[in-house]
């Protein structure tokens, strides 16, 4: 069981970086580079215009390597948290119980995810005059500038975006299957899909103030906020105003619906495959 859950998460996180990393790309570059760009479509077409169409799967790499274990993390974390939440008689969870189930699952994953995002917004970031050759080059460089800190600059904003949202995301999704199925009495391909979209926009609306913060920290040098989120939050509000904490929102927006449909789906028939011809995993 727990293979199976560890399996069907990985799976669901390689279909959500490869069909959405290339408005992630664009949502960071929108939230790093305050003015660079007019809205979602100015960074669109001037990123293809600059770069040809791989420009928007800058630092895919990162993602890649790490998005199965920390998918496959983050899908058994859930699953533990129900399971340590749940009664002895085993009566649905409510939606304070998922919600907490779910940003348990945000808490676990930090540690491996945020290395890998610093690396993958430093990347997307690139344009000419690379400073940073590929994935490995970049680990070296910053290992080399700041050690192991500067690898996991950006931690405190990730975790407030991702302990909060994580609860919103999963408890959404939870909900919406649990009241589908009472419906239909059976899953069929658009439920996990419509529920896992609704879910991702769910979670990118609590998460977008935190993930621009973190952008912002993750795309800077280790020197230039040496207090994290007290330095960078105060400049942000002075000098953009509050409505900077949503920006990259558009493409967000319209990634997080297909991408974590297409996560869920993927999740969904990972799952079914492996309950039905792998039984014993």
């Given at each position: 069981m727990i293979f199976s859950v560890f399996t069907a998460g990985g799976v669901g996180g390689i279909a959500t970086t490869i069909f959405g990393h290339p408005l992630d790309t664009i949502k960071t570059r929108?939230?790093?580079?305050?003015?660079?760009?007019?809205?979602?479509?100015?960074?669109?077409?001037?990123?293809?215009?600059r770069e040809g169409p791989m420009g928007l799967y800058r630092g895919i790499t990162a993602p890649l390597i790490g998005i199965v274990p920390i998918f496959a993390l983050s899908f058994f974390s859930f699953g533990l948290g129900k399971q340590l939440l749940s009664s002895p008689t085993n009566e649905p969870l409510t939606p304070l119980q998922l919600f907490l189930a779910g940003m348990f699952s945000g808490l676990t994953t930090t540690v491996f995810s945020v290395p890998g995002e610093r690396i993958k917004c430093l990347l997307q970031m690139q344009t000419k005059g690379a400073k940073y050759r590929g994935f490995k080059d970049a680990v070296v460089k910053l290992y080399q500038e700041g050690g192991i800190r500067n690898l996991y600059v950006g931690t405190c904003a990730t975790l407030l975006r991702d302990v909060p949202s994580g609860g919103i995301y999963f408890g959404i999704y939870e909900l919406m299957m649990r009241m589908?199925?009472?419906?239909?009495?059976?899953?069929?391909?658009?439920?996990?899909?419509?529920?896992?979209?609704?879910?991702?926009?769910?979670?990118?609306?609590?998460?977008?103030?935190?993930?621009?913060?973190?952008?912002r920290l993750q795309t800077s040098t280790i020197k230039k906020y040496p207090k994290g989120m007290r330095s960078v939050l105060p400049e942000l509000l002075r000098i953009e105003g509050v409505g900077a904490l949503y920006s990259g929102l558009i493409p967000v927006i319209i990634r997080a619906f297909p991408a974590n449909a297409v996560c869920f789906l993927g999740i969904e028939f990972a799952i079914h495959i492996l309950d039905n011809y792998f039984p014993w995993i």
């Amino acid at each position: 069981m727990i293979f199976s859950v560890f399996t069907a998460g990985g799976v669901g996180g390689i279909a959500t970086t490869i069909f959405g990393h290339p408005l992630d790309t664009i949502k960071t570059r929108m939230q790093a580079a305050p003015g660079a760009y007019k809205n979602t479509t100015d960074a669109v077409v001037r990123t293809l215009k600059r770069e040809g169409p791989m420009g928007l799967y800058r630092g895919i790499t990162a993602p890649l390597i790490g998005i199965v274990p920390i998918f496959a993390l983050s899908f058994f974390s859930f699953g533990l948290g129900k399971q340590l939440l749940s009664s002895p008689t085993n009566e649905p969870l409510t939606p304070l119980q998922l919600f907490l189930a779910g940003m348990f699952s945000g808490l676990t994953t930090t540690v491996f995810s945020v290395p890998g995002e610093r690396i993958k917004c430093l990347l997307q970031m690139q344009t000419k005059g690379a400073k940073y050759r590929g994935f490995k080059d970049a680990v070296v460089k910053l290992y080399q500038e700041g050690g192991i800190r500067n690898l996991y600059v950006g931690t405190c904003a990730t975790l407030l975006r991702d302990v909060p949202s994580g609860g919103i995301y999963f408890g959404i999704y939870e909900l919406m299957m649990r009241m589908e199925t009472e419906n239909e009495h059976h899953v069929s391909l658009w439920q996990p899909m419509f529920a896992g979209g609704v879910a991702g926009i769910g979670n990118w609306l609590v998460a977008m103030p935190m993930d621009v913060l973190k952008s912002r920290l993750q795309t800077s040098t280790i020197k230039k906020y040496p207090k994290g989120m007290r330095s960078v939050l105060p400049e942000l509000l002075r000098i953009e105003g509050v409505g900077a904490l949503y920006s990259g929102l558009i493409p967000v927006i319209i990634r997080a619906f297909p991408a974590n449909a297409v996560c869920f789906l993927g999740i969904e028939f990972a799952i079914h495959i492996l309950d039905n011809y792998f039984p014993w995993i």
